[in-house]
């Protein structure tokens, strides 16, 4: 008589453990696949092609990349992008890094001064609910 391939199996506790983990991280995982790989894929393939919604896609290779690298304009878009990430993103750090240390140390007035900070953050969750209240009155 054959012998039961699975009759003795048992799964282990980490062995469950990890199935557990994946079957919560599947669903996440399966989102993003359909909503952002899929079309960053189906993108870069339409890169590939010259296409203008009106006569069939029709595969050119890298020829777009290579004649957007050689087109001045693209420089000009280059460099005004870096200029701006640069110009926007280190001031930001620098002074949420201040911030963050002046706010850190004891001093009188401590609490005042972060509960200014925070305040539009408060206020503005206040008048949203303010708003759907006012929305779903019955009368």
């Keep these: 008589m054959l012998a039961k391939p699975f009759k003795n199996f048992r799964l282990t506790i980490f062995t469950r453990q990890k199935l557990w983990g994946l079957s919560f991280v599947l669903p996440a995982f399966l989102f993003f696949v359909v909503f952002a790989f899929y079309p960053m894929i189906n993108a870069f393939l339409i890169s590939l092609t010259q296409y203008d919604l009106i006569t069939p896609?029709?595969?050119?290779?890298?020829?777009?990349?290579?004649?957007?690298?050689?087109?001045?304009?693209?420089?000009?878009?280059?460099?005004?992008?870096?200029?701006?990430?640069?110009?926007?993103?280190?001031?930001?750090?620098?002074?949420?890094?201040?911030?963050?240390?002046?706010?850190?140390?004891?001093?009188?007035?401590?609490?005042?001064?972060?509960?200014?900070?925070?305040?539009?953050?408060?206020?503005?969750?206040v008048v949203v609910s303010m708003v759907w209240r006012m929305l779903y009155h019955p009368f």
């Design 57 to 125: 896609p029709k595969f050119v290779g890298l020829d777009n990349y290579l004649r957007m690298v050689n087109d001045p304009r693209f420089r000009i878009v280059v460099k005004n992008t870096v200029v701006f990430v640069i110009g926007s993103s280190i001031p930001t750090w620098i002074i949420s890094l201040g911030l963050a240390l002046v706010l850190a140390r004891n001093f009188t007035g401590r609490n005042f001064v972060r509960t200014l900070y925070f305040l539009p953050v408060i206020v503005s969750g």
